[in-house]
């Protein structure tokens, strides 16, 4: 037997020194800072927008029609674990490039849940002329867009206010169901919402069977749809989001509540008045001022 071996042999038949020398020799390696190498247990994901200056371009999965100019569409994020890294209230700016070289950047507002892994949803109308909403459209599945973000517009706390009341039209849904979905979402957040949504025809309301399911669950939320052209079958309101259904409707201005607005530049000029930049909310007028309300009442996204 090698001297090795016979060194071995009289440790393991003295089970006392065994240990003593085996207490030594951890001794010696957390001296000397040995640790054993940490490997994750799992991959518990990232973000993609991280508010960096970065443009990150996302593969697009597929996109469905929801009406005639209106697109869901679908995006890979960074990782198949990744989260989007957004916050309620916010959104991204997308980017591209035409073959003249020049940069086309318009901002939209995701409408997947802000934990949802792997995928990223928009809702897009094409607008005539539009650059982007063009470009969007005629995306194919595989193909591109650049994303940078994101970009906060209001930060919403659970039971900021008693009751909170969305007043939107055509696209202007996105900000407004973020909003939604991630008040009553949350147990805790005791928020009231009432949702005041004009659309053209009741083909044109967007995300309708999501908000739907969402107040068949929710009491805390009310919708009122109104539509322009409305058939003999409609159920809703038909016409403009009017000052005499508001004057009923809304509660009233104070510090327990507060009015959120979104959509086409008709719906701001009647109800509250445009926006001056998205760093300036401008002057309140319209409906709101009407109605009593303050400029510190709203906010127009």
């Known amino acids: 037997m090698s001297s090795i071996g016979q060194r071995f042999s009289r440790l393991a038949s003295n089970p006392k020194l065994l240990v003593s020398v085996l207490a030594s020799v951890a001794s010696i390696g957390l001296a000397l800072n040995y640790s054993a190498p ?3 247990i799992y991959n518990q994901g990232g973000k993609t927008f991280t508010n960096g200056d970065e443009w990150i371009d996302l593969k697009l999965i597929k996109s469905i029609d929801l009406t005639k100019d209106t697109k869901h569409l679908y995006f890979e994020l960074k990782d198949k674990d ?3 890294g957004l916050i309620t209230a916010s959104l991204l700016l997308t980017k591209f490039v035409t073959p003249k070289g020049s940069n086309v950047i318009r901002p939209y507002t ?3 849940d802000l934990e949802q892994k792997g995928v990223i949803e928009f809702v897009v109308k094409k607008y005539e002329g539009g650059k982007m909403s063009s470009h969007i459209h005629d995306l194919k599945p595989n193909d591109t867009l650049s ?11 659970p039971n900021q206010f008693k009751q909170i009341s969305l007043i939107g039209g055509g696209t202007g849904i996105t900000p407004l169901y973020q ?7 949350n147990p805790k957040d005791n928020t009231k919402i009432d949702l ?3 659309s053209l025809t009741e083909e044109d309301i967007l995300l309708k069977k999501e908000l739907d399911a969402i107040a068949s669950k929710h009491n805390q939320l009310k919708i009122h749809y109104f539509v322009d052209k409305a058939t003999p079958t409609w159920k809703g309101e038909t ?5 005499e259904f508001l004057s009923k409707a809304l509660p009233g201005p104070s510090a327990d509540t507060k009015v959120f607005v979104c959509g086409p530049p008709g719906l701001y000029k009647a109800v509250s008045g445009p926006k001056v930049s998205p760093s300036d909310q401008g002057d ?6 009407d109605l009593g309300y303050a400029k510190e009442n709203v906010f127009k996204f």
């Open 82 to 84: 990744d989260v989007s």
């Open 110 to 112: 995701p409408v997947s």
């Open 38 to 40: 940490q490997y994750p």
């Open 196 to 198: 005041f949504y004009g």
């Open 179 to 185: 909003l939604v979905d991630e008040i009553t979402k």
């Open 284 to 289: 309140l007028t319209g409906v709101l001022a």
């Open 239 to 243: 016409g403009y989001i009017s000052k």
């Open 147 to 157: 994303f940078k973000g994101p970009i906060v517009k209001w930060k919403w706390e």
